[in-house]
């Protein structure tokens, strides 16, 4: 049997799957985020380990007596997120997550520093990725930058925790602006553009290869072997990839999480940085994809549901008795809650309903932020297309795959089949799980099955045809906006 970690934003999931690829359990604690400050988002790396504990635990009571029989643990992870470590092993300071936006500057000078950036990394500064946020703490916090002895992300200090070893993989790596992404190793150039060098980075390896072995005495507290491996894992995007088995090129899925993301599979590098797609090594070797991130997705429905004082559940289902008129008529809304990245790269881009008037209800409004998050996929699958990338289906995975309705709002709108699978929602985890499964001697034709389709959603041309003014109206808007702030300015 294989266990599987996902150490998201939102909560510390993990799976155990069994020699065929069944999966047999699954158990998450939640986490909360702190924002002590206008466009900061951060974690205390200790509440990781504690909610994988608590994981571990329910696992452990579900699994019963074959829990003993796990072999190895596959990581997957939120990306980009900086757990500074002095040489004690200290967490100097919360890790800084991939939606914190305050490096905008750094961006800025990281790119000015790095005239090669583009080249090697494939990807334009933002501010969620981990380079600009030690050029923050070097300029706001120097007396913690000097301490700095390794920056991990946040996987792979639960890695550390479980082994002691420090390593990461490529597909997380590359998600740092200091790898070469075709070459799959640390860039020293990078690293000097922010005062590191590869002696503060973790040694690298596959996510499907070996990376770690359960400490002896963390194997003895969870009541596993001494020998289970810890495979190299991935980025939660890549690893969620392996679990849905969209591992070739030409293979593409959407994920609806906390952030919206449009990944495509390739069989070379190809990095389009001037359009904002990210160009990341795969958690699998010889492989890269290409992918649009939008920052809030269906996090943007549970933000409603807390103003509103309801639960998603009934929310999805008042949006599902909407007349056609209804939708028409329900305010535009642009999703930027934590800035964007693709197509934008704006850290100051703002959430708005545009159109609000007596008549609106909560149902319209609902309807207004699936919608628009939609429409933020699209504007995605318009660049990927810019960039060479055309997709004839895309499996949805994600919490927000468990709405029927939803997914096919997206297969109306990008006009492409849509498929769900059976366990999609495992996500990340799944992946992670099928990684460690790799890790041990397993054949990837047969741990990288895509899972039974559930349900496939067939885009209606008729409605497709309805929703295209109010996409560009969702387009206008933001151009509006970004006028509206240089006037300001």
């Known amino acids: 049997m294989y266990l599987g970690l996902d150490a998201g934003t939102s ?16 158990a998450g604690e939640p986490l909360t985020v702190q924002r002590p400050h206008p466009h900061w988002s951060e974690q205390d790396p200790a509440q990781w380990w504690q909610a994988t504990q608590q994981v571990i635990s329910r696992l452990r009571n579900k699994i019963g007596d074959r829990w003993s029989l796990i072999k190895s643990i596959g990581l997957s ?31 800025r000078l990281l790119t000015e520093q790095a005239q090669e950036l583009h080249d090697i990394a494939g990807n334009l500064a933002m501010p969620g990725f981990t380079a600009p946020k030690l050029l923050w703490v070097a300029r706001n916090e120097p007396e913690i930058f000097e301490q700095i002895d390794t920056v991990l992300l946040p996987k792979d200090y639960l890695r550390w925790m479980m082994c002691g070893e420090k390593i990461s993989d490529m597909s997380d790596a590359a998600g740092t602006l200091w ?27 596959e996510g499907s290869e070996p990376a770690g072995t359960l400490k002896a005495e963390i194997a003895r507290e969870w009541g596993l072997k001494d020998n289970v491996i810890i495979a190299g894992g991935g980025g939660d995007n890549a690893a969620s990839a ?59 429905l549970r933000w409603l549901c807390q103003l509103l004082n309801t639960n998603e559940t009934t ?43 007596h008549a609106t209800n909560r149902a319209m409004l609902g309807y207004a932020v699936l919608e628009g998050v939609t429409f933020g996929i699209a504007d995605g699958l318009k660049v990927l297309e810019e960039a060479g990338t055309h997709l004839n289906e895309c499996s949805l995975i994600g919490g927000g795959s468990r709405s029927p309705w939803w997914a096919q709002l997206i297969a109306d709108t990008l006009n492409l089949p849509i498929v769900t699978h059976l366990g999609g929602e495992a996500g990340g985890a799944l992946g992670a799980a099928r990684l460690g499964w790799l890790a041990t001697g397993g054949a990837e034709a047969e741990v990288c099955k895509k899972p039974d389709i559930q349900h496939r959603y067939i885009p209606d041309a008729v409605r497709h045809q309805q929703l295209m003014p109010r996409l560009s109206q969702f387009r ?4 509006q906006q970004v006028l509206a702030r240089k006037t300001l300015n």
């Open 179 to 205: 790898l070469d992404v075709a070459r799959r190793d640390w860039s020293d150039s990078l690293l000097a553009a922010c005062g590191l060098t590869r002696d503060n980075m973790p040694r690298l390896a």
């Open 242 to 300: 392996v679990g849905i088995g969209a591992v070739k090129p030409g293979d593409a899925f959407v994920s609806l999480g906390t952030s919206g993301v449009l990944f495509a599979v390739n069989d070379q590098y190809r990095p389009n940085p001037q359009s904002a797609v990210h160009a990341f090594c795969h958690a699998l070797p010889h492989r890269w994809h290409q992918m649009s991130v939008m920052l809030t997705a269906a996090s943007a």
């Open 11 to 26: 909560e510390i999931k993990g799976v155990v799957i069994d020699e065929n690829g069944s999966l047999l359990a699954s």
């Open 315 to 357: 929310l999805l289902s008042e949006v599902a008795t909407l007349s056609l008129s209804e939708q028409q008529q329900s305010p535009i809304f642009l999703p930027y809650l934590s800035g964007e990245r693709t197509p934008h790269n704006d850290p100051q881009a703002t959430g708005a309903f545009h159109g609000l008037t």
């Open 77 to 107: 992870g939120q990306m980009h997120g900086a757990v500074l470590l002095n040489r004690d092993g200290k967490v100097l300071r919360p890790a800084i997550l991939w939606n914190d936006t305050r490096s905008a500057e750094e961006c």
């Open 476 to 479: 206008l808007l933001y151009q």
